[in-house]
């Protein structure tokens, strides 16, 4: 290269000039030489043996050996150089651990490293190896010097593992597996929807596979940017194992043509294909994950958590419907058979057989026979049925004896409807009845026989027909189950006993239409027809039966005189009655035929027997006076019957109805008092005296009323006067019952006055209560004989009653009815001041002795209308005494229905006073302990 | 006045897979709850005969529901011994009270709502209290002898009506209770609209109208039928008649004051099972055995 002009030569050269071919090729010739491509060229004495590098491995037994020397193992020409070990205290040697790796050269460290198992980075699914590589790389920069100076923990840096592209794509709304470009050339909906189906499936993509998707959809896009819509198909879903087959593992890998036989059984079943392949997305699909912000929400984004067909089976069943279109274009639709069915192609290099050489072999189904009905008939009876098919007797002459024809004939309907025990009892009968040979088979035995069966097989008909039973009703099937009919549990947990005695207390309520009425020929109301028209009709109601009806005649009049009227005709129908009833005797035989065929108006000591004898036998229970009689029509039902007693709410409860704790203040619930202490610790005040006799006995309202009317005596100051006196002793409140008990149970003597009926009718009132209250106070203590006692405190009661006695002859048609059967003593009573206590009515005496002592009281009821019985040995003064208070009774009853305000009145301050009395409960005296501790014998006071 | 009476067919509210043992309407009448056999409650708006909503939680057959006075929440019982307090709007079972140890037959909610009494077969009526999360009762009243029937509430009282035949008050602010003895099996218990009476149907076929104050039967009302099956009774918003219904399917008027019948009608193809009046208006509904509510107007 130089200057041509100062030369001469004027010859200017550019650029290198080329080699010398020779030169060139020895140079090229050593290179190659180098690299040992030129082994094959060279003598084989020449030829040495090179790594793939180039690099000699054998260097001659003298000059190394192999692998020896200066170029293959140390960095050095001497070969092993020992290191000089140094440490000194400010630089301590370090302990460097030596590894097989340190002895090891490139090849060698790679075929260790083939040996060991690590994650591809093609296989990372979320990205965790890629984000590694970045970190690693990013440390490898910061060997740089750094901005922030010092230590900075690598937790904190952590490099972005997604491009700068895939960020602003992000940011613009795109997400890993859409594609990139205008929506309206994505309209193919089921590609779209393959991409969020495999977006779903891997809902966490990798940021490996999202380091490569973007890359690989632009290609994608680029290519397909002219037809298909630019949607990224996921790279990273090849296909999904649905084989038990180990990972990797490829059956088909020698033999493609028998996966495309796969592929096709597969396709033979599209839905089970589906199924299989998509049930591993169904499962990683999470339920929260729902449909972006920025995506368009069309139709067929409906069916986002459907398992619709995966993206690589859609494409593969594309490609198999054309396939299989062709396939059926070429071959005529071929009968499928059972055995043979394994595809719809052939496999790959088979064509499929033009003829089936396989025959199905069909058989025909078998001949129904014509006259064959498809359900099945159950012959007649089927516990008849041997007797009628099985062994039918053959048809039988009659025999020429027509008697004998007779004979038979009745003897086999007989037997065939009682059954073979007549037969065997005929049979014992007639052993030596030469006419009855027929049953042992003599003569005519065969035709006897014969119409047996014939017998037999008719009744075997009707049984059949029989069953035909109209459906069971609910207590029927009540019964067949088991059940307690419903009816019955009106009465619930009553003893037998107790259900005769409410079965008498009905028959006091309720009547029922008798058998025949009363003609009675004597008109009772002459003077007054419009009277005698209302009685007409009380008496036709009468028997009519049902509950009492208001009589229509009768609404001219008042209350007072309406109940006064009908009392009237009460006491007129039962006098007229009594002339024609039968006698006690017969009743009682009726009562033990048919209890509830008691009228109330006749037979009313009937009834009364049957309560004396429940209460004799059970003197535990609870006996309701029923107010017989009564002068209302309302009252004249003992049901409705009311009850009332003390029952605690519990604080909580008062609270949510915001009502004050009426027991506020009592620790413990209060509990129901006994009977005894309840009617001695009562407070001395007349009506609570009542109330709480009532509230004892669970008596009905009503009689608390007509018991609290006897009790208080026409006039009102003289009413007063006991009760003051009962207030300063309160233990004569006992014996106040006991005067009362007394009182009205004073036995009668029978007057056969009409006119005093009704006065009999409210002592049957009286007498029930007593009946009731004497089995009460009996339930304590029973006083095992009637003692006559002496209770002077109790003369100012005794008085009362006596101040108002009249002097009317006293009638009791029925005569005495409640008498009872242990004190049929005469009692010989000083007027007003001996008590006689009702004895209590344990069952002491067995039951045969009441019934029997019964028939003798009506016994003595019958003749009570001609002679006065013996044991009725009352002083006239105290009959007189009781017809009295009867009186008062009337008309206080009168008053009653007046003034049902003032009752009402009353009866609140009865509750006033009863919970003060419980309040001062706990402040009793001792006196009113030792009270009731002596009170269940009524003879000590 | 008669001719007032609900007797043509309004609506039918069909939707109930099985009988349906109670109807009842919400407090201001506006809608009306249906529960039955097949364990479903149905809320409806029987004007225009439409299912709002249906209610499902109960295990067994769902024998009664009551609807608080505010109407947000209801509370129901079945045979499956619980019983189930509802949020209308949500349905969602609030509580689930336990206690009874037998089917519970009737469920009613004091006047102010705060307290959810109910009777069983287990001869018992039990108080639950919705205010607290105590699914306990609070009391427990075992005064009856028979399986408790029907129920019905005043301010402080709870009237309680039995198979043992009993109507059974009890006054809270008394501290006292007082019992009715029909001496007939009790199968629906309801009050007059001004207190003063109860209206009691007995098992023999009989309604009874009982003075509270006194306990006296004032009335007797026949004709229908009811011997076996649990059915209702109540009386017409007026006062003025008697409303009961009949195994047969029919649907009787009586006059409250001289117990005549004064209509009846077929309403069920089989027996009915529970009726119920609308406060203010002539309307009354039905429900049946036969799986229908049938809603009827003048």
């Known amino acids: ?941 | 006045m008669a001719d007032q009476l609900p007797r043509r067919e309004a609506v039918v509210l069909r939707g109930h897979e099985g009988p349906v043992l109670a109807v009842r309407f919400n407090s201001d009448g506006n809608y009306c709850i249906s529960c039955g056999r097949d364990r479903v409650l149905c809320l409806w708006n029987p004007q225009k005969g439409l299912r709002i909503k249906s209610y499902n939680a109960h295990a067994r057959e769902v024998r009664d529901v009551a609807v608080v006075a505010d109407n947000s929440k209801f509370c129901s019982c079945g045979a499956d011994r619980q019983l189930f307090y509802w949020d209308v709007p949500t349905g969602r079972v609030i509580r689930k009270f336990r206690g009874h140890d037998s089917e519970v037959n009737t469920v009613k909610f004091s006047e102010n709502s705060t307290v959810i009494v109910s009777g069983g077969y287990d001869r018992s009526v039990r108080a639950f209290d919705c205010r607290s999360h105590s699914i306990e009762p609070i009391q427990v009243i075992e005064a009856f002898s028979d399986s408790v029937t029907s129920l019905c509430m005043t301010r402080t009282e709870i009237i309680a009506g039995s198979v043992d035949g009993s109507i059974r008050t009890f006054d809270i602010r008394a501290g006292r209770y007082c019992s009715d003895d029909l001496g007939h099996p009790i199968n629906s218990v309801t009050l007059s609209h001004d207190g003063k009476c109860t209206l009691a149907g007995c098992l023999d076929s009989t309604l009874r109208l009982i003075d509270r104050e006194t306990g006296d039967l004032l009335q007797e009302y026949k004709g229908h039928i009811n011997k076996s099956y649990k059915t209702d009774s109540c009386l017409t918003n007026t006062d003025a008649h008697v409303v009961g219904s009949s195994e047969d399917g029919r649907i009787y008027y009586w006059d409250l004051v001289d117990s005549s019948v004064v209509s009846s009608f077929k309403a069920h193809a089989s027996a009915v099972t529970s009726i119920a009046y609308h406060k203010t208006e002539p309307m009354l509904v039905t429900s049946s055995i036969d799986g229908t509510v049938r809603v009827w107007t003048p």
């Open chain 1, 1 to 941: 290269m130089g200057r041509g002009d100062d030369d001469g030569s004027a010859l200017v050269v550019y650029g290198t000039p080329l080699e010398n071919s020779d030169e060139l090729s020895a140079r090229k010739r050593a290179k190659a030489l180098d690299k040992g491509t030129l082994r094959q060229q060279q003598p084989v004495w020449k030829q040495d043996a090179r790594d793939s590098e180039g690099r000699r491995r054998f260097h001659g037994a003298f000059t190394g050996g192999f692998s020896a020397g200066y170029f293959n193992t140390v960095g050095s020409k001497d070969g092993w150089e020992p290191k000089t070990f140094k440490s000194s205290r400010g630089s301590r040697a370090d302990m460097r651990q030596h590894s097989a790796y340190d002895y090891m050269d490139d090849e060698e460290r790679r075929e260790m490293d083939s040996k060991q198992i690590g994650t591809a980075q093609e296989f990372d699914t979320f990205g965790f190896t890629a984000a590694e590589y970045a970190r690693r790389e990013a440390t490898q920069e910061t060997n740089r010097p750094a901005v922030i100076p010092g230590f900075v923990p690598d937790e904190i840096i952590v490099p972005p593992t997604d491009s700068i592209g895939v960020k602003l794509l992000r940011k613009m709304g795109w997400r890993h597996g859409r594609g990139i470009g205008p929506k309206h050339i994505a309209a193919s909906s089921e590609v779209k929807r393959e991409g969020r189906k495999a977006m779903l499936a891997l809902a966490s993509a990798g940021s490996s596979s999202q380091d490569a998707g973007p890359s690989l959809e632009d290609s994608e896009t680029a290519e397909e940017q002219l037809d298909l819509p630019p949607t990224s198909v996921p790279d990273f879903v090849r296909k999904i194992k649905d084989n038990v087959h180990g990972l990797g593992f490829d059956p088909f890998q020698s033999a493609p043509e028998f996966r495309h036989a796969k592929d096709y059984r597969l396709d033979d079943d599209k839905d089970k294909v589906k199924r299989r392949t998509l049930r591993p997305n169904a499962v990683t699909m999470s339920k929260g994950f729902g449909i972006g912000a920025l995506e368009e929400m069309g139709d067929e984004d409906e069916d986002v958590y459907a398992t619709g067909p995966h993206p690589e089976m859609m494409v593969l069943e594309d490609e198999e419907l054309e396939r299989l279109e062709k396939i059926e274009k070429k071959a005529p639709p071929r009968p499928r058979l059972p055995t043979v069915a394994v595809g719809k192609d052939a496999l790959p290099g088979f064509k499929l057989a033009s003829e089936n050489t396989y025959q199905a072999e069909w058989f025909h189904p078998p001949v129904v026979p014509p006259d064959y009905v498809p359900v099945h008939k159950f012959v007649a009876a089927l516990d008849l049925s041997q007797s009628q098919s099985d062994n039918a007797p053959l048809e039988a002459p009659q025999p020429e004896d027509k008697t004998l024809v007779k004979l038979i004939d009745g003897m086999a309907i007989l037997v065939a409807r009682s059954g073979t025990q007549l037969e065997a009892l005929s049979k014992e009968k007639n052993k030596e009845n030469p006419l009855f040979q027929f049953l042992f088979g003599g003569p005519g035995g065969d035709y006897y026989t014969r119409r047996l069966w014939e017998e037999r097989s008719k009744r075997g008909l009707q049984i059949q027909s029989n069953r035909d039973r109209p459906k069971l009703g609910a207590s029927e099937r009540g019964q067949a189950l088991g059940e307690m009919p419903l009816q019955k549990s009106a009465l619930p947990a009553i003893p037998a006993e107790d259900r005769a005695r409410l079965q008498a207390t009905l028959n006091n309520t309720f009547m029922k239409p008798s058998a025949e009425p009363t003609k009675t020929n004597r008109l009772p109301f002459e003077d007054d027809p419009a009277k005698q028209a209302r009685y007409e009709q009380f008496v036709k109601d009468k028997y009519t039966g049902g509950l009492r009806k208001m009589n229509k005649g009768a609404q001219q009049l008042t209350e007072a005189q309406r109940a006064q009227e009908i009392l009237e005709f009460e006491a007129v129908a039962h006098a007229a009655r009594g002339t024609v009833s039968s006698s006690g005797a017969n009743l009682l035989g009726k009562l033990a035929a048919s209890s509830d065929r008691f009228t109330s108006g006749g037979v009313e000591q009937a009834g009364k027997f049957v309560k004396s004898i429940e209460e004799q036998q059970s003197p535990n229970q609870l006996s309701v006076p029923s107010t017989n009689y009564a002068p209302q029509p309302s009252t004249s039902l003992s049901y409705p019957r009311r009850t009332e007693e003390p029952w605690r709410p519990l604080p909580l409860l008062c609270k949510r109805f915001d009502v004050l704790d009426p027991y506020t203040g009592q620790s413990s619930l209060a509990k129901p008092k006994s009977r005894i202490e309840s009617l001695t610790l009562a407070t001395p005040s007349e009506s609570l005296f009542s109330s709480k006799i009532t509230e004892a006995l669970g008596s009905a309202a009503k009689d608390e009323e007509v018991q609290r009317e006897s009790t208080p005596p026409v006039d009102e100051g003289e009413q007063q006067e006991p009760e003051e006196k009962i207030a300063e002793k309160p233990v004569d409140l006992y014996k106040a019952i006991f005067s009362d008990d007394e009182e009205e149970e004073a036995p009668s003597q029978p007057v056969k006055n009409v006119d005093a009926a009704n006065a009999a009718l409210t002592r049957l009132v009286a007498d029930d209560f007593l009946e009731s209250l004497g089995k009460e106070l009996g339930l304590a203590v029973p006083p095992p004989m009637p003692v006559p006692v002496k209770a002077p405190e109790d003369s100012s009661k005794g008085q009362t009653t006596q101040d108002t006695s009249g002097g009317q002859p006293e009638d009791i048609s029925k005569g005495q009815t409640t008498e009872d059967t242990s004190s049929g003593q005469p009692q010989d009573i000083p007027k007003g001041h001996i008590k006689f206590v009702k004895p209590s009515r344990k069952g002491e005496e067995p039951k045969a002795d009441i019934q029997k002592e019964r028939d003798e009281k009506a016994q003595a009821k019958d003749a009570q209308y001609t002679s006065e019985p013996e044991d009725h040995a009352t002083t006239k003064d105290d009959k007189d005494q009781r017809r009295s208070r009867d009186k008062r009774k009337d008309k206080s009853r009168d008053r009653r229905e007046e003034s049902s305000k003032e009752r009402s009145k009353r009866k609140r301050r009865e509750r006033k006073e009863r919970h003060k009395r419980h309040k001062s409960k706990r402040r009793r005296t001792s006196s009113s302990t030792s009270s009731s501790s002596s009170s269940p014998s009524p003879s000590c006071s």
